[in-house]
């Protein structure tokens, strides 16, 4: 007795579009989310604006949960884990548990949208001093404080007069273990200088780097402004360590093209820290049984002309649940597993 | 043998970037006032986007093949509005550049060999003690460009002078007029100038350098030429009824 069903799990970017667009081609979906609310990553994590168009992320999520919501063929349950899954393609059976009970259902075929976490600075090799300096702060600390416009040294409350972003933290780290670039930490560093410099025109602002990493479009619209615009200064060299010296932070590390060695004083040291698979990532993934890489991200082992399709038939995975991903990537992710999901529901042969 | 680079200074101001240690002595502040004529140029944006720190500027430019010398660190330095170091490099690096613009290739549209003609400029204006000391040996040049309209002339070509340019300079110089005179251009049977300049074309170069800033450029760098160039333009310009 097969089921009809679409099952997303997570109601991130990736998530909510899935459900959208299968829901538009005439599936019924269910959406379950772990946490409270809707929305993912840039609800949970206070995103300012978003990169690299600098809509507003609250904003610009509202329309999308709204859509997928308000369509009478999505189903969101909010609050709600999934803890076992029974069956196989076209017939699986899902265990749904709130706080105050559970509840089994079924589902046809299974989108993993349980996105990533960003990476913590306190970890392993890295000698940021994160959880020791308060004025040593990640990517998402600093878009919460973008988004209220506020954006101080935490240690005194006043506007910073010099600002750092460090790059490749945690990413691109035979030490750490990931290999691999996050991918978007260099676009979103550039956009929140953009966004530091619009809100406190008196600081300076440094971008300490490995390589920029700003892939088609990103390079015009946000690294080249940045630089010519808003006069961010691009230093190619990665800081070794960051210490406290006259009540300010003090950055060491090489200016490479200069080739010296440098030690400069900051005020606020923003750690442009990468992706990690998430624990929903890693949960759903040994629950359902796909296979994962290394690092612990969901493979998707049929090649680039199908990123979505997972090892267990009738399971696919969407966005950054699969590796570091920008929101066009997942979006355009989501929309390939929505289309494919439907065409398995309804008994259609997809090859890859 | 290269000297160990400068360690970059904790530098104690705020508004003070990734600083070396050359030039403690000179106030901040002077630097300032000079890297803020330099951006204040018009010229300044068109020559200065934003710089990748790429290079190929470097590779292109035959004074860094001979030399201790970076366009890409001109660029870069302007890009990152690092005061301190611009103001080393306007004394220790511009005068490295032979401004043939072979550094205009930048994937950024910059100007490199611009930016420096630009803080050339600034140094010569305010006359620091490098571009005095830079542009000493080329008094001889700057009197003949300024008084004549041409720059090195024939009758320079002097065996003694330039023995490097080989055994033939003694004959042609003996022969100078008669080898002038076998160039089939007419504006070259000249000796004592590079081409023949026309008096009305003369004229007008004065009357520019002087209204232009140029005059006073010398006359920072080097009051006793200037003085000997005023003279000879002095009498030029009162025949034709300038005063000046």
Not at chain 1, 110 to 129: K, M, N, S, V
Not at chain 1, 278 to 304: C, D, F, Q, W
Not at chain 1, 315 to 326: K, L, N, Q, R
Not at chain 2, 205 to 213: C, E, K, M, N, P
Request: proline share 5%; hydrophobic share 40%; aromatic share 8%.
């Amino acid at each position: 007795m097969g089921s009809d069903r679409l099952l997303v799990i997570g109601a991130g970017p990736a998530g909510l579009e899935a459900a959208r667009l299968a829901a538009s081609l005439g599936s019924q979906v269910l959406v379950v989310e772990k946490r409270d609310v809707a929305g993912g990553m840039p609800i949970h994590e206070n995103y300012a604006a978003l990169t690299h168009g600098f809509r507003d992320a609250g904003e610009a999520m509202s329309e999308l949960i709204s859509a997928a919501t308000g369509h009478p063929n999505v189903e969101l349950r909010t609050a709600t884990e999934v803890t076992a899954v029974d069956g196989s393609v076209g017939d699986f059976s899902v265990t749904l548990s709130t706080g105050t009970g559970d509840e089994t259902v079924d589902a046809g075929a299974i989108i993993l949208a349980t996105g990533f976490q960003h990476f913590d600075p306190g970890r392993e090799t890295q000698q940021y001093g994160y959880y020791e300096f308060p004025d040593v702060i990640t990517l998402a600390d600093a878009e919460a404080m973008l988004k209220a416009n506020n954006f101080v040294r935490p240690s005194t409350g006043e506007p910073p007069e010099r600002v750092a972003f460090i790059q490749c933290v945690g990413s691109r780290d035979r030490q750490i273990g990931n290999e691999f670039c996050s991918k978007v930490c260099c676009g979103i560093s550039s956009k929140q200088a953009i966004e530091v410099r619009q809100q406190v025109p008196d600081a300076r602002v440094f971008i300490f780097y490995i390589d920029m990493r700003m892939y088609g479009y990103w390079e015009n619209e946000i690294y080249w402004p940045a630089q010519e615009e808003y006069r961010v200064n691009y230093v190619k060299g990665i800081v070794t360590e960051i210490l406290s010296k006259n009540g300010r932070l003090l950055v060491r590390g090489e200016d490479t093209t200069m080739g010296r060695p440098m030690e400069v004083p900051m005020d606020v040291v923003v750690l442009a820290v990468g992706m990690e698979p998430s624990l929903g990532t890693r949960k759903m993934a040994e629950m359902l049984g796909v296979a994962t890489n290394k690092y612990g991200y969901i493979e998707t082992p049929h090649g680039e002309l199908d990123t979505v399709s997972t090892s267990v038939p009738g399971v696919f995975a969407v966005g950054a649940a699969t590796g570091p991903a920008d929101l066009d990537d997942s979006i355009s992710s989501a929309g390939a597993a929505a289309a494919k999901a439907v065409a398995l529901l309804r008994g259609a042969e997809v090859t890859v | 043998m290269s000297r160990a680079a400068p360690a970059t200074t904790f530098a104690q101001r705020p508004g003070a970037t990734l600083a070396p240690r050359a030039y403690e002595d000179v106030p901040y502040e002077e630097k300032l006032a000079l890297w803020e004529e330099v951006k204040a140029d018009p010229r300044f944006p068109d020559y200065l986007y934003g710089c990748y720190e790429c290079g190929i500027c470097v590779a292109a430019c035959p004074s860094a093949r001979f030399y201790d010398f970076s366009p890409r660190k001109i660029a870069q330095a302007a890009a990152r509005e690092d005061v301190e170091l611009i103001f080393e490099q306007m004394n220790d690096d511009v005068w490295n550049c032979s401004q043939c613009f072979s550094c205009d290739r930048c994937p950024r549209q910059n100007s490199p060999g611009g930016l420096i003609t630009i803080l050339r400029e600034v140094a010569v204006r305010h006359g620091l003690a490098s571009s005095q000391e830079a542009l000493e040996g080329y008094g001889r040049v700057v009197y003949k460009i300024m008084t004549t309209g041409t720059q090195v002339s024939p009758d320079m070509l002097q065996p003694d002078a330039f023995p490097d340019w080989g055994p033939d300079v003694k004959e042609v110089s003996d022969q100078l007029d008669l080898w002038r005179r076998a160039l089939p251009p007419e504006t070259l049977h000249t000796t004592s100038t590079g081409w023949e300049v026309s008096e009305k074309t003369l004229l007008e170069l004065y009357l520019i350098w002087h209204y232009s800033d140029v005059m006073d450029m010398i006359e920072e760098v080097d009051e006793g030429l200037h003085m000997i160039i005023l003279d000879v333009m002095e009498e030029t310009l009162e025949e034709a009824g300038y005063e000046i």
